[in-house]
């Protein structure tokens, strides 16, 4: 069954930046972007277990930091060899300064 | 005496690698800030257009030479540089721009990619599947794809590599091959099914320009057309290999930790233009999402944490000349290179390779 968790604070991420999100042994990525939005998605590469927050956020791609495969963290949407698979996106709200997202 | 090593990516050493927990593995890395790691990734279109600039116009200009002095003794210093920019340049853009770390905008770095790939008589979607695996499994043995020199190292094949022959020789039959549908087993292991086909209609094109070259030159009755398209393959290959053949050679295999099997050698200015700094090649494995240009000043902030670099190529061929004479004998031997007082150790497990029996020999 669907629940919101707190995953942090607005202020633990940076603008165009992403952070790590760890939960019931699941991990995420949450990123800020750079019209200051918030947006979650898995914590790993489709292509190879590798987390996406050491990665580099530019406009709406996160790049992985393994092999520099690219995806939409917005849709998820994979942009290209080496990575094929897209990335399971997860919806977010800002309540009172933290950043919630719905973990299925 | 009988090798160890089966270096099939779909054999006895696959099954070792996965068994034993080398392949995908999790690799070392020296603590860089998540704050100083962004700065260093930031991507720029900047450096590389300037690069990419000049070399394009060396490239037209030592290619006009070429045609200019066709005949004469003149052409052989433009030989020289069109061959080198052809045949070895091309590596490093390729390697680059397969990253995607060259330029910010991304249909930049796919251009220069498959124009260095087609230079290269590479597929493209071959190889980027390829290098994925490399920086996944650098030096696994099984795993990697792209390991220049097996145990034990075949020295007359590393010495022939300078000449082009047997990358000739195994570049334009595989693309010919693939142009026919056909790709082998190894391919498969790494190229995704669903690329697959982008590989054979890739090498179809690479096939269409090969033969159109060979078409012109029989209408003009000119070698020019050849020298120019496909054949610096062979007589502009040696700086690809010089430099690299450098960034594993003779050091250890199997384990994960870039300090051990990767090497960082300082180059001269022009090598490193050729090369795009990736003679810093400990810190490519290392940190991939750092673009060439910002390879010096990530090299500064973490040397205290990798073995001393080699100060030139000739040291580091004159360090590695007797490992790989001993490997003739012993394969499991290696050099390993120490690393300073300021370094965090390298792991236990990856100290204990039996190389004391071959080291007393």
Not at chain 1, 67 to 75: I, L, Q
Not at chain 2, 204 to 212: D, E, I, K, P, T
Not at chain 2, 232 to 258: C, E, K, S
């Amino acid at each position: 069954m669907a629940e919101w968790v707190e995953a942090c604070a607005v202020d633990d991420v940076d603008e165009e930046d992403v952070i790590r999100f760890d939960h019931g042994g699941r991990t995420f990525a949450i990123y800020r972007s750079p019209d200051d939005e918030f947006f979650a998605t898995d914590g790993f590469c489709t292509h190879e277990k590798a987390h996406l927050a050491e990665g580099l956020v530019m406009d709406d791609i996160i790049e992985c930091p393994k092999h520099n495969g690219r995806f939409n963290y917005k849709t998820g949407q994979a942009k290209g060899a080496p990575v094929c698979v897209n990335l399971k996106t997860y919806p977010v709200k800002i309540e009172a300064g933290k950043v919630m997202i719905e973990i299925g | 005496m009988a090798k160890k090593r089966d270096y099939s990516l779909v054999g006895e050493g696959t099954r070792r690698a996965i068994e034993t927990g080398l392949a995908s593995a999790e690799w070392y890395h020296t603590d860089v800030s998540r704050k100083t790691m962004k700065e260093l990734m930031q991507r720029s279109d900047g450096p590389a257009i300037r690069d990419t600039l000049i070399w394009i116009v060396l490239i037209l200009g030592s290619a006009a030479g070429i045609i200019w002095f066709w005949g004469t003794w003149w052409v052989v210093p433009f030989l020289l540089v069109y061959g080198v920019l052809y045949g070895s340049s091309s590596d490093s853009r390729w390697h680059e721009c397969s990253h995607g770390t060259a330029f910010r905008t991304r249909w930049m770095n796919d251009v220069v990619y498959h124009i260095a790939s087609f230079m290269l008589m590479r597929n493209p979607v071959q190889w980027r599947w390829s290098h994925a695996r490399h920086h996944t499994d650098t030096i696994i043995v099984g795993r990697d794809a792209e390991i220049a020199v097996m145990r034990p190292p075949d020295l007359l094949k590393a010495a022939l590599a300078f000449t082009g022959i047997l990358d000739f020789r195994y570049s334009l039959p595989t693309l010919v091959r693939q142009a026919f549908g056909k790709l082998s087993e190894d391919e498969k292991s790494y190229i995704p099914e669903m690329e697959q086909h982008k590989a054979v209609i890739a090498a179809r094109w690479h096939m269409v320009v090969y033969s159109a070259t060979i078409a012109l030159a029989i209408a003009l009755k000119s070698w020019i057309p050849l020298v120019l398209i496909g054949l610096p393959r062979l007589y502009g290959t040696w700086h690809m290999v010089l430099t690299g053949l450098l960034q594993h050679i003779g050091l250890a295999d199997n384990v994960t930790d870039h300090r051990l099997n990767t090497r960082t050698v300082y180059m001269n200015s022009i090598s490193r233009f050729i090369y795009w700094n990736m003679n810093y090649h400990v810190e490519h494995h290392m940190f991939p999402m750092v673009p060439y240009h910002a390879l010096p000043k990530l090299h500064e902030l973490i040397k205290h944490d990798l073995p001393v670099p080699n100060p030139s190529m000739w040291h580091a061929y004159r360090e590695v000349w007797p490992v790989l004479l001993r490997q003739l004998k012993y394969e499991d031997y290696y050099l390993k290179r120490e690393l300073p007082p300021t370094a965090k150790p390298y792991r236990g497990e990856f100290h204990d390779l039996d190389i004391t029996a071959a080291a007393a020999e």
